[in-house]
């Protein structure tokens, strides 16, 4: 709220940031799974002087530098752009509990690209030895910078000890860091070797080398899915109480995790009896199904991890609403529309006659809110609505539009339920305004609702018509 809002039409901020991350968290894994299959195989390729191995490597290292490297770091920078504008606040808490941590990784960045650039164009030059160095290089370094941005995402999912005692270390080793380093090594891993399958079935023609790297593959492929599932328990176990609870409360989160667990299953299956038992089915279009079944339950299981934080931008510390928990009684007490940095100027300016006096400051009246003709009061009602709600609700359609919500409450029912936001549901900040604020917003929101339907209950419509 000392932020502007910033309105993505339909989607919302918060969605969109979950599509880029999405995106980005598929390749940014395979970034660091990559590092390891090319530092062991391309040191199995020279161990064994494969030479029609190591040129298949060779081969997979442009798709895989264009993938990780470009792709992967414009939608890296595309996830600190949109969280920038989407989450402010959140952002700030983020860089100023963790300045060194994300200094680190851009070191830890640097040295991965550096690595990669060298692994690929000074192939042959450089001696198999000193290939391979650079090789386990670039892979330590992306595995760490796993790590980094693991300990710092995974803070805001549950910010443990810090809540108690704020430093870099509590915050960075949460209670949510080990599972989830666990299960992002198990992803990448896994999710590497289904990259693997479908590049090398469709640039390999059937034969030795193919069916070399299919089953060189299947090992890590299993692994990978045993750590991811090993995470996962992990990170149930210690999600904090109330995500717990808003994930079974949520029915579409209840549907998606069932969705995950199929995904997972169907996973190990074709696992099982694609490449492990029977390599040679190895075509394009099985392994194209396999990955593609692979990222469906990766994005899966990305987007209930976003979803359950819902509340919070860092648990127990930045709401959704761009508030810092601890401010909200001072909010309910001063009002939201006199706290907020742009929203105090914006009413300031154009409501003059809601602003008094009092020790010599400017401040806004609650009680002259109420006064103000009906549009205006709508019109301030979108102003808290864009500050308070926008964060996760679209206007009339879209994500989570608010509108269909409604489901057209009568205006006590609607007024009430705002000034308990946060007890009607797990998933929403708690209302940080006064309660007349809540009653502007109200008169916004039924601009939104949708007529109530008529004659579903005759008999009761008939009682409430008699004068
Ligand atoms: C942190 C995110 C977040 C914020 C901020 C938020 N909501 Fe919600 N709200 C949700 C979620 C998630 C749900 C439940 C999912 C759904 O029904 O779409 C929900 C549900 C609702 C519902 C339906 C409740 C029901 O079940 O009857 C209404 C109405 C609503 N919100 C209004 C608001 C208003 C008004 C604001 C601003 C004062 C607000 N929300 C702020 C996330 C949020």
Known sequence: MHYPW?????????????VIAVLHVLVAHYAVGGGLFFAVETSFAYRTGNREYLDYLRRHAPFFILLTVVFGAITGVGIWWTIGLASP??????????VFGWATEWVFFVIELTAAFIFYYYWGRLAPRTHQIVAWIYAAAAW??????????????????????PSFWTGFFNPQFLPQVISRTGGAILLTSL??????????PVGEVRSLIVRRSTRPAFVGAILITIGGIGWLLFLPES?????????????LTTLIFALTVAVFVLLYFGPYRNPGWMTPGFAASLLLFGIAAF???????????????????????????????ELRRNGFLQSGRWTRAYVIEHYPQVVGEEREEKKIMPEKLLALPESDRRHLGQVIFMHHCNDCHAAESGYSAVGPILFSRPR???VDMIRHLHETHYFMPPWSGTPEEAELLADYLLTLAPE???GIYPSLEKLENQP
Request: no cysteine; glycine share 4%; aromatic share 10%.
């Open 195 to 204: 990259y693997v399958y479908l590049h090398s079935s469709l640039l390999l």
């Open 452 to 454: 109530r339907p008529r």
């Open 89 to 98: 606040l959140a952002t700030e808490v983020l860089i100023r509990t963790f």
């Open 412 to 414: 006590p029912m609607l």
């Open 299 to 329: 994005s899966t299981g990305e987007f209930i991890r976003e979803a359950v934080r819902k509340p919070y931008v860092v648990y127990g510390v930045v709401l959704g609403n761009q508030v810092l928990e601890e401010e909200v009684p």
């Open 6 to 18: 910033w309105y993505v039409p339909v989607l919302t901020s918060p969605m969109l940031i979950a």
């Open 144 to 165: 760490i910078s796993l790590v980094l941005i693991t300990g710092i995402t995974a803070f805001m999912l549950s910010p443990g000890r810090w809540l108690e005692s």
């Open 243 to 255: 995500a717990r609870l808003a994930l079974e409360a949520a029915a579409v989160l209840t549907v």
